[in-house]
């Protein structure tokens, strides 16, 4: 039985990965110094191979002993102070944790000679596209216009371009559309999340810049590829970057509130003219379809019915309570 180090596990990607990995037969070892809270770890709490391990990645004897302690074949590096907001609230912890431990984590883990290192990164690393008329891919120039981005390009570099590409070390980075959807760490702070919350529960929502594209994607199938990343064949992945998603699931701001109104005929909608925005890219993921063949399970109108549902069942006490947001 292979081992899954999963750092960040009781976050909104890592809860239901962690669950998802043991359930097709990993064992997964989580760390996560709980910022958030650890009641998403709960469904998998004691657990046949599951183990937890609090503590701060930015450590190194930490990592070390979480090393020493567990025979750790694969990494999953999820841990990051998550979405251009957080990383703008608090850039030195943001540089410290997104880009010094990300390196850091890299290092020891090609010194203990780890096989797969999954590596989340971010969509977002595109900022703008140059053509309006064309969808950008892996291979398109990477414009970062936020913290958060520009240090997911800067590990990225770092893997792709300046690692000695030998020994069994294989290492793939996973630029990831924007989530949505249930976890069980949730979050509100999220596009589809926050709009079908918002007008389930009667308010007006405030939209700004509705005409800009973003791609959206399933948390649930964010498991799904990350354990192809694991399991596809090494001359596919090594080395290798793949976005996350599906090129049918690219949506203006304007298409999700349409989604929500096909429930919510009556939603208050006010849209707010916004003529610039640095984010605006519509991706192609015709690359991890292809070579992975990966295809998505939910589609945007499938996490807006499942939010809403969550919403008019009353399921949470509050959903505003600030636990829900990474700010």
């Not at 998802?20 to 046949?48: A, C, M, N, P």
């Not at 203990?112 to 309006?132: H, L, V, W």
């Not at 295809?295 to 499942?306: A, C, F, L, M, Q």
Request: aromatic fraction near 10%.
């Amino acid at each position: 039985m292979e081992t899954v180090l999963v750092t960040g596990g009781a976050g909104y990607v890592g809860s239901p990965l962690i669950s998802y990995l043991l359930d097709t037969g990993y064992r997964v070892v989580v760390i996560d110094k709980l910022s958030f809270g650890g009641e998403s770890l709960v469904h998998v709490w004691g657990r046949k191979n599951f183990a937890f391990i609090r503590g701060d990645i930015c450590s190194p004897d930490f990592l070390s002993q979480v090393f020493d302690r567990y025979p750790i074949d694969h990494v999953v590096h999820l841990a990051a102070i998550v979405g251009d907001p957080a990383c703008e609230k608090q850039p030195e912890l943001a540089r410290k944790v997104n880009y010094e431990a990300s390196l850091m984590l890299l290092d020891i883990a090609i010194d203990r000679k780890i096989d797969r290192f999954i590596f989340a990164s971010t969509c977002s690393n595109y900022g703008k596209m140059s053509d309006p008329d064309r969808y950008v891919d892996e291979s398109s120039p990477l414009a970062p216009v936020s913290l958060y981005a520009e240090l997911k390009v800067h590990v990225e570099d770092v893997i792709l371009n300046r690692l000695a590409r030998n020994g069994k070390f294989c290492p793939v980075c996973l630029r990831f559309s924007t989530v949505y959807g249930i976890s069980p760490r949730m979050r509100f702070d999220l596009t589809v999340n926050e709009f079908t919350k918002d007008l389930s529960l009667g308010r007006e929502l405030l939209v700004y810049g509705e005409q800009f594209w973003r791609p959206y994607c399933h948390v649930q199938d964010f498991s799904r590829a990350i354990r192809l990343a694991l399991t596809s064949a090494e001359d596919k992945v090594a080395f290798n970057v793949y976005n996350v998603g599906s090129t049918a699931e690219n949506y203006r701001k304007s298409m999700i509130i349409e989604e929500i109104e096909k429930l919510i005929p009556n939603a208050k909608v006010r849209y707010v003219a916004k003529e610039e925005d640095p984010r605006d890219y519509r991706v192609s993921f015709e690359k991890i379809a292809s070579d992975l063949g990966f295809n998505i399970s939910k589609r945007v109108p499938d996490g807006i019915r499942e939010i809403k549902k969550l919403i008019d069942d009353r399921v949470l006490k509050d959903p505003d309570e600030s636990r829900y947001r990474n700010i």
